[in-house]
């Protein structure tokens, strides 16, 4: 037991002067003779006892009563070990969209932030921090609106970035006892079932998951073999469990232009085709309608007229199959025998190829370099005649070079499957393969990515930024590559890579990027709209393209239109969908390193017991009006 005002006890000394007046009050009796008093003497005796007994009974109960009154006033009380340790508190609340599941005809996320508002102590400091915000310090008072306004974010934090920021909540210095609160459903997308050192810091989880809940989203939307008849829009949406049929609707600058029911796969996954005219300009929205997650049941795409690359080949007769893989919807092809006949409209070009040429003055090759730096793509490929020194000037820029010249014949034989150039081209990997072969060609020097290896380990295709460098000439008769199936993937994926198309629909949160074949005037700035919402996208001019990158902006999904540009354009953004699989963590294998709870009122029950005083004070004073009763008893019961 321990006291708030322990200096009251000093009053017990007190006590010791009733004891001296209760020993000055006992005074002998002198006996007087009396004739016949020998009853007398019989009640003297008994009554003279009685009152010794109530005067010791007073005396015992007066004591008590000023004791226990000392002691109330010296307020006692008991406490938790824990309770006079500085303690601090972070609280985690998950605000992602599968928090959108809900429950109770409520969703998650409002599920829970009514029971945090209603179990933490009023007299507490705290810090909260969700996906997106944090506040430090705070009382319930100071934010109990601005919780219960929270949004929901497309940004899910993982495990181990969770344990790291809440990490920075707490203070250092004084080592109190920390306490990391964790309020989530814990998908599976949050990362492995494991968690990175705490540091002192005690994990409570708290998970809140809805009970049968069926998810249906539509995940991607891609166009399949365009023809000169249709685009064929692929749809691609899949459910958490079997779903059975669900409509869905595509509009076109929100005008319904067709529906169409799609139906549960076993696969996990289901597909429904529409067809749309090509050539025509759609903004469009695919929309579905269930009882799950909000956020996954539209996605914005939209369709433009696509700006054809410009290849530039510079070489001679024997680069006719440049002309038979260019030329075609996609690409705008140009072939000149030197490029000084080119050089003119280089800064125009997306993809220039050096096929063969044997030498490269200086000039030409600071050319090409800025040529790079501005943004385009430059393919190499050597002539076995070639003035190695010219070349070398322009590789050099890059820390790479020609060397010597090998004329041991060589396979190719080894593909890197995870390069860029080919991440898109195999869907597997070739096992029964007819790799061409090699007479001639040159060891390279530096370091580059190897696209295509020879047998000897060395690179036939290799790679640096947008630097493309073969090291073995094309002519049919150095090599059959260019009878090769590799030939047509290989380069046509050079020149897809050659200029950031725009896409279908782009994901808000992840950096991507798109080149317009536009420049703008001084005093015109590109940017992107929707209805009231507009932002300037980070820009760069490369040559007589203008490249947009869209990262932290813009954050709500929807198809922009592209402002302050003569070219009729807009771009589709929409959230990821990682959060639709609705699958989760199994919070056992982490409680070597965090302990569970079922509720967050059960967490402030535990935590507020951790820190509790209980004042014994008000018993004290109980006892001394029982001890004032005694007194009145005995006085009244001892006459």
Same mark, same amino acid.
């Not at 998970?207 to 829009?233: C, E, G, H, M, T």
């Not at 049941?297 to 433009?304: A, D, V």
């Given at each position: 037991?321990?006291?708030?005002?322990?200096? $009251?006890?000093? $009053?017990?000394?007190?006590?010791?002067?009733?004891?001296?007046?209760?020993?000055?009050?006992?005074?002998? %009796? /002198?006996?007087?003779?009396?004739?016949?008093?020998?009853?007398?003497?019989?009640?003297?005796?008994?009554?003279?006892?009685?009152?010794?007994?109530?005067?010791?009974? &007073?005396?015992?109960?007066?004591?008590?009563?000023?004791?226990?009154?000392?002691?109330?006033?010296?307020?006692?009380?008991?406490?938790?070990?824990?309770?006079?340790?500085?303690?601090?508190?972070?609280?985690?609340?998950?605000?992602?969209?599968?928090?959108?599941?809900?429950?109770?005809?409520?969703?998650?996320?409002?599920?829970?932030?009514?029971?945090?508002? #209603?179990?933490?102590?009023?007299?507490?400091?705290?810090?909260?921090?969700?996906?997106? +915000?944090?506040?430090?310090?705070?009382?319930?008072?100071?934010?109990?609106?601005?919780?219960?306004?929270?949004?929901?974010?497309?940004?899910?934090? #993982?495990? @181990?970035?969770?344990?790291?920021?809440?990490?920075?909540?707490?203070?250092?210095?004084?080592?109190?006892?920390?306490?990391?609160?964790?309020?989530?459903?814990?998908?599976?997308?949050?990362?492995?079932?494991?968690?990175?050192?705490?540091?002192?810091?005690?994990?409570? $989880?708290?998970?809140?998951?809805?009970?049968?809940?069926?998810?249906?989203?539509?995940?991607?939307?891609?166009?399949?073999? =365009?023809?000169?008849?249709?685009?064929?829009?692929?749809?691609?949406?899949?459910?958490?469990?079997?779903?059975?049929?669900?409509?869905?609707?595509?509009?076109?600058?929100?005008?319904?232009?067709?529906?169409?029911?799609?139906?549960?796969?076993?696969?996990?996954?289901?597909?429904?085709?529409?067809?749309?005219?090509?050539?025509?300009?759609?903004?469009?929205?695919?929309?579905?309608?269930?009882?799950?997650?909000?956020?996954?049941?539209?996605?914005? $795409? +939209?369709?433009?007229?696509?700006? /054809?690359?410009?290849?530039?080949?510079?070489?001679?007769?024997?680069?006719?199959?440049?002309?038979?893989? !260019?030329?075609?919807? &996609?690409?705008?092809?140009?072939?000149?025998?030197?490029?000084?006949?080119?050089?003119?409209?280089?800064?125009?070009?997306? &993809?220039?190829?050096?096929?063969?040429?044997?030498?490269?003055?200086?000039?030409?090759?600071?050319?090409?370099?800025?040529?790079?730096?501005?943004?385009?793509?430059?393919?190499?490929?050597?002539?076995?005649?070639?003035?190695?020194?010219?070349?070398?000037?322009?590789?050099?820029?890059?820390?790479?070079?020609?060397?010597?010249?090998?004329?041991?014949?060589?396979?190719?034989?080894?593909?890197?499957?995870?390069? =860029?150039?080919?991440?898109?081209? %195999?869907?597997?990997?070739?096992?029964?393969?007819?790799?061409?072969?090699?007479?001639?060609?040159?060891?390279?020097?530096?370091?580059?990515?190897?696209?295509?290896?020879?047998?000897?380990?060395?690179?036939?295709?290799?790679?640096?930024?947008?630097?493309?460098?073969?090291?073995?000439?094309?002519?049919?008769?150095? #090599?059959?590559?260019?009878?090769?199936?590799?030939?047509?993937?290989?380069?046509?994926?050079?020149?897809?890579?050659?200029?950031?198309?725009?896409? &279908?629909?782009?994901?808000?949160?992840?950096?991507?990027?798109?080149?317009?074949?536009?420049?703008?005037?001084?005093?015109?700035?590109?940017?992107?709209? /929707?209805?009231?919402?507009? !932002?300037?996208?980070?820009?760069?001019?490369?040559?007589?393209?203008?490249?947009?990158?869209? @990262?932290?902006?813009?954050?709500?999904?929807?198809?922009?239109?592209?402002?302050?540009?003569?070219?009729?354009?807009? %771009?589709?953004?929409?959230?990821?969908?990682?959060?639709? @699989?609705?699958?989760?963590?199994?919070?056992?294998?982490?409680?070597?390193?965090?302990?569970?709870?079922?509720?967050?009122?059960?967490?402030?029950?535990?935590?507020?017991?951790?820190?509790?005083?209980?004042?014994?004070? /008000?018993?004290?004073?109980?006892?001394?009006?029982?001890?004032?009763?005694?007194?009145?008893?005995?006085?009244?019961?001892?006459?």
């Amino acid at each position: 037991m321990l006291f708030k005002y322990p200096q $009251f006890l000093w $009053f017990l000394c007190l006590l010791l002067i009733p004891i001296f007046i209760h020993l000055l009050q006992l005074r002998r %009796f /002198k006996p007087t003779p009396f004739t016949n008093v020998r009853l007398l003497q019989r009640v003297q005796a008994k009554s003279q006892k009685s009152q010794t007994l109530k005067r010791w009974l &007073l005396l015992l109960t007066r004591l008590a009563l000023f004791t226990v009154l000392i002691i109330a006033f010296a307020q006692p009380f008991t406490a938790n070990p824990t309770a006079f340790q500085k303690q601090e508190l972070a609280i985690y609340l998950d605000n992602s969209f599968s928090m959108q599941a809900r429950e109770d005809n409520s969703a998650l996320l409002e599920n829970t932030i009514q029971e945090l508002i #209603t179990s933490i102590p009023e007299d507490i400091s705290f810090s909260l921090f969700t996906n997106t +915000n944090e506040y430090r310090d705070v009382s319930l008072g100071e934010i109990r609106n601005t919780v219960l306004q929270l949004p929901y974010s497309s940004n899910q934090l #993982t495990l @181990e970035e969770i344990v790291l920021k809440g990490q920075t909540f707490f203070n250092e210095r004084d080592n109190p006892l920390k306490n990391l609160l964790m309020i989530s459903d814990f998908q599976k997308s949050m990362g492995r079932d494991s968690l990175p050192t705490q540091g002192g810091i005690e994990l409570v $989880f708290v998970p809140y998951r809805a009970d049968d809940l069926i998810n249906i989203a539509i995940d991607s939307v891609y166009i399949q073999n =365009p023809s000169a008849s249709d685009n064929k829009l692929v749809i691609n949406i899949s459910g958490n469990t079997d779903f059975g049929s669900t409509p869905v609707s595509l509009f076109n600058r929100g005008n319904l232009i067709a529906k169409s029911a799609v139906n549960y796969s076993s696969e996990g996954s289901s597909e429904l085709v529409f067809s749309l005219p090509v050539g025509q300009f759609v903004e469009g929205v695919v929309s579905i309608s269930d009882q799950g997650l909000e956020y996954d049941n539209e996605l914005y $795409f +939209n369709i433009n007229t696509r700006e /054809k690359i410009k290849v530039l080949a510079v070489g001679n007769s024997e680069g006719e199959f440049l002309g038979r893989l !260019f030329g075609d919807d &996609l690409t705008e092809f140009r072939s000149v025998n030197s490029l000084d006949q080119g050089i003119g409209t280089l800064k125009d070009q997306d &993809l220039v190829i050096l096929n063969q040429i044997t030498s490269l003055p200086p000039a030409m090759a600071e050319s090409l370099k800025d040529f790079i730096t501005q943004g385009g793509s430059l393919v190499l490929i050597p002539s076995m005649e070639m003035v190695n020194a010219d070349f070398n000037l322009l590789l050099s820029s890059f820390g790479i070079s020609y060397g010597a010249k090998i004329d041991t014949p060589v396979e190719i034989n080894e593909i890197n499957y995870t390069h =860029p150039l080919y991440s898109e081209v %195999f869907e597997e990997r070739a096992d029964n393969f007819e790799y061409p072969k090699v007479q001639e060609h040159y060891r390279i020097n530096g370091r580059m990515s190897s696209i295509l290896k020879y047998s000897n380990e060395q690179p036939f295709l290799a790679s640096k930024e947008k630097l493309y460098v073969f090291t073995a000439s094309l002519n049919p008769g150095n #090599t059959n590559f260019t009878s090769s199936p590799l030939i047509v993937p290989t380069l046509y994926a050079m020149a897809l890579r050659s200029r950031s198309l725009p896409q &279908l629909y782009y994901q808000l949160g992840r950096n991507s990027s798109v080149d317009i074949a536009e420049v703008p005037e001084e005093d015109r700035i590109l940017s992107l709209k /929707k209805e009231e919402l507009e !932002f300037i996208p980070r820009q760069q001019l490369s040559g007589e393209k203008t490249r947009l990158w869209f @990262e932290e902006s813009p954050t709500e999904p929807g198809v922009y239109s592209l402002e302050n540009s003569k070219i009729n354009r807009s %771009f589709s953004f929409n959230y990821k969908r990682d959060e639709s @699989e609705l699958s989760y963590l199994n919070l056992g294998k982490l409680q070597a390193t965090a302990r569970e709870n079922n509720s967050i009122s059960g967490f402030f029950g535990e935590f507020e017991n951790m820190r509790a005083v209980n004042s014994l004070w /008000k018993w004290f004073v109980i006892l001394a009006l029982l001890f004032i009763l005694a007194e009145v008893i005995i006085q009244k019961a001892l006459k």
